[in-house]
């Protein structure tokens, strides 16, 4: 039987050996192969050489030779560069090609080059960077400091890995957040390093509100909305006609409410469930931005630059206009708002009868936040008799989709975000780690119902689906090697959902979820939007989408449009080609939106940190790397590292394949999951610990 593991080994022997001819005994041997899986040995190189994965000559077999590959256009990386390695990456298809560092040329992180494979080995391409194709900033935002009489930037951007020359300060002083206007790029080959001018002084580096302001310029987040814009919402009112209520169901007398953060001032969801003689009936309304926002609308287009709100510490950059997101489409208490309704009928034991969705109007009877919520099911609040049952059918609602969506298959991974509690000035006083709690994977749940609703209602014709792959062998391969020596099993034959759901479940405790649950989803694929139906893997979905957020992503204000359309017997608004451009464009500003908040969260660490050093922490081993052990203290959600070289008892060797480090002498070890007495000893860049 062909075996997906044999598949990894046997191409990876090959390819370390690329001039040699192997016989089956010969690679058996190598492979460490036992006499009942020489058969699989047998299927699997007879099904690599038919798929042309190996060659296969004389009844013996060997790697397919690569050709010298020219002209191969990809993503720049240079996060290995920026932490003082002798390589870097460049992101292409099918697979990323290695690069030295003194054939970077003069590109940096995230810049699109032009690169030459020149040749294979252990599996990697490695490849010449020959041309900058496109820079991926014209503009970079540091801090200036002046040495020697010259003046130089140190860009915020930790996978920047130079310094920039300044050529011209303006009125900017040392220590001062800037924003520089690069003019050259420099030469690695002539140690020239890049140079620019000054733009721009945000103002004095370390100031929180000025390192947020540092991160919005550093991606080129739109502050503002241009007038054109704004001035399409003089003609937009909070006023409901008549006719337009008529042409809807009206839920209005439904007992209604909003759950969202304390924080929260955007409400674009709203849920109702009902118990009756044949079962219950949930309603999921989500704000009808599509009636407000036309496709032709300036509005609309703006939506579509901006992908997505963005989300910071104190500051939202919304994606669309305050009078929108904030008041005609937040679904308010007591205000009448047009909605689009998922309706599920559910019998007594709650399973699913049917499905709709419609145009509705509602009027919501009170907004809640989680922590009420969790009070209340915790006995520390009451709320009256309707209301009170209500969230107590939704509760057990709720607990029985999860045990529905966990036999399906779905990952629940606890990676808590971290929250930032500020005083009054706006300075970090204090951080705290986000809790699941019963009110959150409520709401999610009920999220998930519409979502994969809308999906297959949408699934006949073309649409935006957010898939999420399933991971590659390799990937697993690995992730079940590195286990293996921390005594937890990967049974690669199982389906990777369960094989997934059944290695969180081995881990002993609390700690081993801080570590594990990670690692489990750094071997996962990434979520992302596109036009072709690929499943979601965490959520052990077949089809899947977003409808639940259109104040917020723009990628549901389309799927509005277009269920919108089909309830009103109409052909989709968007063209295949319209709608690929449409779900790339939302992908990329998501990751955006990612990378600028993490920005900005590593920011506010590490100004609260800096205050903290020589203060002393009990921590966590939470990655093993060949220099560092990358730690999490147990008191703040905040992570740093501790360099191997600071081990002054022993000479530790590092094991990659174990993640841990052992000293040669004494043979003491350092692992992941174990505790620390750490003591903080400065912070720059890094977050750097000492071991006590």
């Not at 492979?31 to 000559?57: A, C, M, P, W």
């Not at 509100?209 to 054109?228: A, C, G, H, K």
């Not at 308010?332 to 709650?350: A, M, S």
């Not at 020589?614 to 921590?619: C, S």
Request: proline letters at 3%; hydrophobic letters at 35%; aromatic letters at 10%.
């Amino acid at each position: 039987m062909y075996d997906k593991k044999l598949t990894y080994i046997v191409k990876k022997i090959l390819e370390d050996s690329p001039h040699n001819h192997f016989k089956i005994k010969e690679i058996a041997k190598a492979v460490g192969i036992r006499k009942h899986k020489y058969k699989d040995l047998i299927d699997t190189l007879f099904k690599l050489s038919k798929d042309k994965e190996i060659n296969q000559k004389n009844r013996k077999y060997f790697a397919i030779k690569v050709k010298k590959s020219k002209n191969i256009i990809g993503t720049f990386d240079a996060t290995s560069l920026a932490r003082n390695k002798s390589f870097a990456f460049v992101k292409a298809e099918p697979d990323d090609i290695f690069i030295s560092s003194e054939d970077t040329l003069n590109a940096y992180h995230n810049d699109t080059v032009e690169v030459d494979v020149e040749y294979q080995r252990n599996g990697k391409k490695h490849g010449i960077i020959t041309k900058v194709v496109k820079r991926a900033n014209d503009k970079l935002i540091g801090t200036l400091q002046e040495y020697h009489g010259k003046h130089y930037i140190i860009p915020d951007n930790s996978r920047i890995h130079t310094n920039f020359e300044v050529i011209n300060i303006a009125t900017a002083l040392s220590g001062e957040k800037v924003v520089l206007a690069v003019t050259n790029w420099g030469s690695r080959d002539y140690y020239k390093l890049p140079a620019g001018n000054i733009l721009e002084v945000l103002g004095k580096a370390g100031n929180p509100d000025v390192e947020v302001l540092s991160v919005i310029r550093q991606y080129d987040l739109p502050l503002d909305f241009p007038q054109n814009v704004l001035n399409e919402l003089d003609g937009l009112s909070d006023e409901i006609h008549s006719d337009v209520i008529s042409s809807r169901k009206d839920l209005r007398n439904l007992l209604t409410f909003t759950i969202d953060p304390s924080s929260a001032k955007d409400f674009d969801d709203a849920i109702s469930l009902i118990k009756d003689k044949k079962g219950f009936t949930l309603y999921v309304h989500i704000a009808d931005v599509a009636h407000y926002i036309g496709l032709k609308s300036k509005l609309f287009e703006e939506a579509t630059k901006r992908g997505n709100s963005y989300y910071f510490p104190k500051k939202v950059i919304p994606m669309l206009p305050e009078k929108i997101s904030n008041k005609i489409c937040s679904l308010r208490p007591f205000e009448d708002k047009l909605t689009l309704t998922v309706q599920t009928r559910y019998n007594d034991y709650f399973k699913l009868i049917s499905q709709s969705v419609y145009e509705s109007v509602i009027c919501s009877n009170a907004r809640f936040n989680y922590e009420e919520i969790d009070d209340f099911f915790d006995d520390k609040k009451e709320f009256e008799p309707e209301i009170t049952e209500t969230l107590k059918l939704m509760r057990k609602l709720s607990t029985v989709l999860t045990q529905n969506r966990v036999k399906c298959g779905y990952l629940r991974l606890n990676i808590p975000e971290t929250i930032f509690i500020f005083d009054d000035e706006g300075h970090v006083i204090d951080l705290e780690r986000s809790k699941e709690t019963d009110s959150h994977k409520m709401i999610e749940n009920f999220m998930l119902v519409a979502n994969e609703f809308i999906a297959k209602e949408l699934s006949n014709g073309k649409t935006i689906y957010r898939n999420h792959e399933k991971p590659d062998t390799e990937r697993l391969l690995k992730l079940k090697e590195e286990v293996t020596s921390y005594n937890l099993n990967m049974d690669m034959q199982q389906n990777y959902s369960f094989l997934l759901q059944d290695l969180l479940n081995q881990l002993p405790d609390a700690n081993y979820h801080r570590v594990f649950d990670r690692k489990i989803l750094r071997s996962m694929k990434k979520a992302k939007y596109s036009v072709e139906n690929l499943g979601h893997f965490g959520l052990a979905m077949k089809f899947y989408t977003h409808f639940t957020s259109p104040i917020r992503r723009i990628s549901d204000l389309i799927i509005h449009h277009q269920i919108k359309n089909k309830l009103n017997s109409k052909q989709t608004p968007f063209s295949s080609s319209h709608l690929f451009q449409l779900a790339k464009s939302a992908t990329e500003r998501e990751v955006i939106a990612d990378e600028s908040e993490r920005e900005v969260d590593l920011k506010n660490k590490t100004i609260f940190m800096k205050k903290k050093v020589g203060e002393e922490f009990d921590a966590i081993i939470i990655a093993v790397r060949n220099n560092s052990l990358i730690i999490e203290l147990d008191k703040y959600p905040v992570t740093g590292i501790i360099s191997i070289s600071s081990l002054k008892d022993d000479h530790y060797e590092y094991f990659p394949q174990l993640s841990r480090i052992i000293g040669r002498r004494t043979g003491k070890t350092y692992k992941l999951a174990d505790l620390l007495k750490v003591l903080l000893s400065s912070v720059d860049n890094e977050i750097n610990f000492k071991m006590l």
